[in-house]
């Protein structure tokens, strides 16, 4: 999570993040899925039917 932080911070600083639109917004995505996987295992827990959810749907929108 932190290395995607730091590659989309480092876009807007140089000013390339318009340039390479498609990569940030992918990293982006993928930093809010991260996000909202932590936040469901840590209400609900690892063998539960919502983290399952979670992990699959999360996983299927990065994959469109």
Not at 45 to 52: K, N
Request: charged share 10%; aromatic share 20%; proline share 2%.
């Amino acid at each position: 999570m932190g290395a995607q932080v730091c590659f989309v911070t480092c876009s807007l600083i140089r000013g390339s993040f318009l340039r390479y639109f498609f990569l940030n917004l992918y990293v982006m995505l993928a930093l809010s899925a991260d996000l909202i996987r932590q936040a469901v295992l840590r209400f609900y827990g690892l063998d539960s039917p919502q983290y399952m959810y979670a992990y699959f749907y999360t996983d299927c929108l990065l994959t469109i």
